[in-house]
């Protein structure tokens, strides 16, 4: 039981607006988007406005033992901002401010409830480009975007979040406020602590601002739909055009399922009907001709892999007609079942065509609709398991184990993107050792000797 003093001092703090106890607000925090996901309900729900208010919350839940889980926009796919332990929920949504845009240094200052598409367009404003672009990014923040190590299509060229992380202002789960990283694009001093704490689920410190790298913005992008007759021949041409020496900005798969959805949706009637899979492909450059040049011959690496039709965008509407087909993709599959669960599991890129004909026979073998698209040119698979009747849950976890096993034994990872959170802790021994499991508890301790920062999170319960 939390003790009446620790709500009296919270008010005095923040005052009553913005310490929140009311039920239908407490339930609106209970959960994030991860599918069958029960609510848990916290205690009271925080929103300060700056790292000393960040700092006193933290003291005072140190002081009566309170949990605390840190929260951005709820858009996460494995359970990391939920209060599965109850306590305090910390909402950085009035943390929203974009400090600073440096263009002489191509940096950015933020707080982390900023949202990630809100940065994007004042980088583009000012001539820049911030890179990680997941699918949720006119909702998701910059907050949660650290702690899960976001990436998105332009992953396979330009890396993921913590590749843009230099430095980071935090609140320790004693309260303390430390500065930590670098304000230049390069350094070694110490450890890379920035680099820890971008990925660890909200587990080890809060973030309160973040100094972030940018990039000149391309001048010239050119894409690409290319449809195929077999999954199997999408998938190699996947491998043909990176074995073929190129980088593209984006490399993106779907499958037949994939274009079942997106047809049904209407948003992909332009493809064969005879099309059973597809990629879209999107190469940039210093100019408009080397652009061209360098998507018509990556196309060129794929004549021989079955295609039907490739269709290469003629002015920018066209390119958001084919991008927005891939970000209607998640919405479209979750129509041709009543349930549906995400996974994004990653394997080596030459094992692409492997995971897709390994996914399709679990299907077959378990007697279940599946769906599989994603950030192919990184190995990034987003593996959806479909049903329609909870009784089939007990096949779906049996599928998903299986699943797991084969992405460890080709050399993969349980997750590219979502995070371990509460949705695969049960599976962390499949990919490490009780050795690193054990460092990390180490490592947890050390930040958080009380155990309070986001509790029950990505480690597994010790035996």
């Not at 911030?130 to 949720?136: E, L, M, N, Q």
């Not at 973040?210 to 001048?219: D, H, M, S």
């Not at 190469?283 to 360098?294: H, L, Q, R, W, Y």
């Not at 958080?448 to 597994?460: A, E, M, R």
Request: proline share 5%.
């Amino acid at each position: 039981m939390i003790p009446e003093i620790f709500f009296r001092h919270l008010e005095k703090l923040l005052g009553t607006s913005r310490v929140i106890t009311d039920a239908i607000k407490l339930e609106s925090v209970s959960k994030d988007e991860t599918h069958g996901l029960a609510s848990f309900l916290p205690d009271v729900l925080v929103q300060p406005t700056s790292a000393n208010e960040v700092s006193q919350i933290m003291k005072l839940c140190a002081m009566h033992t309170v949990n605390l889980t840190p929260r951005g926009a709820g858009t996460g796919k494995s359970g990391g901002c939920v209060p599965v332990q109850g306590g305090l929920v910390l909402d950085f949504c009035k943390m929203n401010r974009i400090l600073k845009i440096d263009i002489e240094n191509l940096i950015a200052i933020v707080e982390p409830g900023v949202i990630l598409a809100d940065l994007q367009e004042a980088a583009e404003q000012a001539g820049l480009f911030y890179p990680p672009d997941p699918a949720s990014a006119k909702w998701c923040t910059i907050g949660g975007n650290i702690a899960e190590n976001a990436s998105g299509p332009s992953s396979v060229k330009y890396g993921s979040t913590r590749d843009y992380v230099l430095g980071l202002q935090v609140v320790l789960p004693t309260g303390e406020v430390i500065q930590i990283g670098k304000n230049t694009h390069k350094g070694v001093t110490g450890y890379d602590l920035s680099a820890l704490l971008c990925g660890s689920e909200g587990t080890l410190a809060l973030v309160t601002q973040a100094t972030l790298k940018l990039l000149p913005r391309p001048r010239a992008i050119q894409t690409a739909m290319l449809a195929f007759a077999s999954e199997h021949q999408a998938a190699k041409a996947v491998t043909a055009i990176l074995q073929g020496g190129f980088l593209p900005k984006s490399l993106e798969y779907m499958d037949q399922a994939s274009l079942e959805a997106l047809r049904a949706s209407g948003s992909a009637n332009f493809f064969p009907a005879t099309s059973q899979a597809a990629i879209i492909l999107e190469v940039d450059a210093d100019n408009t001709e080397n652009a061209f040049a360098s998507i018509t011959q990556a196309i060129s690496l794929t004549q021989n892999h079955g295609v039907l039709q490739t269709i290469l965008a003629q002015d920018e509407k066209q390119r958001r007609q084919i991008w927005d087909a891939r970000r209607q993709l998640s919405e479209a599959v979750k129509r041709l079942r009543k349930y549906k669960i995400s996974e994004d599991i990653v394997v080596p890129r030459s094992k692409i065509p492997d995971m897709v004909q390994a996914l399709k026979e679990l299907s077959k073998k378990h007697g279940l609709k599946t769906c599989a698209f994603g950030h192919a040119g990184d190995g990034n698979l987003h593996a959806q398991i479909l049903f329609d009747e909870l009784s089939e849950k007990p096949t779906v976890d049996l599928l998903l184990k299986e699943l797991f096993q084969l992405t460890i034994e080709m050399g993969g990872t349980l997750t590219g993107e979502h995070g371990i959170g509460i949705a695969k802790q049960n599976y962390l021994p499949l990919e490490q050792s009780e050795e690193v499991i054990a460092l990390q508890r180490r490592i947890k301790k050390a930040f958080d000797p009380l155990g309070i920062l986001n509790p029950g999170k990505f480690l597994p319960p010790e035996k």
